[in-house]
Nanobody, 116 residues
Framework: QVQLVESGGGLVQPGGSLRLSCAAS????????MGWYRQAPGKQRELVAV???????NYADSVKGRFTISRANARNTVYLQMNSLKPEDTAVYYC??????????WGQGTQVTVSS
């Protein structure tokens, strides 16, 4: 069992920045990929960014050049630096981890609201 705890969401004005963090904990696990997804009201959950244990990354087209995903493998922690935020980035952001022998694990979600 792997637990993911997110932090760093909140309210920010358009053009502002936020940094999300997600820490994984549990007993004896190996994480392959970690990533961030988001779900806006009335929409399906979508991939925002993902990073492998080898630091290969993939981003949604809508966030390329504005968001940066990074990972601290030793601490099983993933970060999402979000710059130049837009109102359309408003959503609940979920941390995801693909864990060897377990499958997908999800965090509880953190709200990001971009509004003036």
């Amino acid at each position: 069992q792997v637990q993911l705890v997110e932090s760093g969401g909140g309210l920010v004005q358009p053009g502002g920045s936020l940094r999300l963090s997600c820490a994984a904990s549990g007993s004896s696990f190996t994480i392959y990929t970690m990533g961030w997804y988001r779900q806006a009201p009335g929409k399906q959950r979508e991939l925002v960014a993902v990073i492998t244990s080898g630091s290969n990354t993939n981003y949604a087209d809508s966030v390329k050049g504005r968001f940066t995903i990074s990972r601290a493998n030793a601490r099983n922690t993933v970060y999402l630096q979000m710059n130049s935020l837009k109102p359309e980035d408003t959503a609940v952001y979920y941390c995801n981890a693909l864990v060897t022998g377990v499958g997908n694990s999800w965090g509880q979600g953190t709200q990001v609201t971009v509004s003036s």
